[in-house]
């Protein structure tokens, strides 16, 4: 056909660097161009404008919009209904405790000082994992991460310089902290985390701790529980396993 011959010839001018590209057409051009003719189609266009010229031999100079149905949005089309807007899901909460994940004790040869630091702390030595931290800032991308230690407050006055971390929301125990378990911190933690997706990571978890997240589980608030060493804390492997947990799109809905 003539009209599709002229029209591959244009854009294939394109294709030599010319930097605009016209294409020839019959449908709703300026006036006196490009409406159907009884030459080229024995049958009437029956699209606005396209009509008159059909049977005359001019198009008017104007067109009354409401020949052509305009809506209100200028579009020609109905408004839509309005698209609900898609809500971010939260990230998954991650309560981190510090002694045994990041202070760490009972080691046998201290680790090396591209591992750990010492430092004195209210009146004691604590051993601080310089790796445990570049873990928290690699689970800070996928998690909300808040303090669940004993350490309470005094973690964020200690802890975000050492690590390079941000202070980061705290639970309270109101001295509920007994040392070698974390049942005492299941309260709280439930408080703060109602509804969400949680990933707990600890030194001292007990059975007590798993049955509540079991029972957590099956109430449709999906819960993971990360025990840790306290000779060796957060390592690379419990990093990789939190962050895989975390990606899982049923996980992030909790």
Partial sequence: MPLVSRTRAILRSAEFGFFGVTVATRVQTPRRCGAA????????????????????????LRTSWFVFGTAGNGSGALPAEPCPTLRAMPRPLLAVDVDGVISLFGFEEP????????????????????????????????YELFWATGWEERAN???????????????GFDGA?????AHWKIGPIEAHARGRALA??????????????????????????????SDRGLEEAQTDALISWAAEPHRAAG
């Fill in 37 to 60: 003719t009884p030459f080229l189609r024995p049958c009437p266009d029956l699209r606005p404008g396209v009509v008159t010229f059909f049977f005359g031999r001019l198009r008017p």
């Fill in 200 to 229: 707990w990571i600890d030194d001292s978890l007990d059975e007590s701790c798993f049955e509540w997240a079991r029972r957590r589980q099956e109430a449709g608030e999906p819960t993971l529980l990360v025990p840790t060493e």
């Fill in 177 to 181: 902290a007994r040392f070698g378990t």
């Fill in 157 to 171: 006055d200690i802890l975000p310089g050492l690590l390079g971390v941000p202070e980061l929301p705290v639970v």
């Fill in 111 to 142: 680790p090396g000082p591209t591992i750990a630091t010492f430092e004195m702390i209210d009146g004691m030595v604590h051993c601080v994992s310089l790796a445990a931290g570049q873990r928290l800032r690699r689970l800070g991308e996928r």
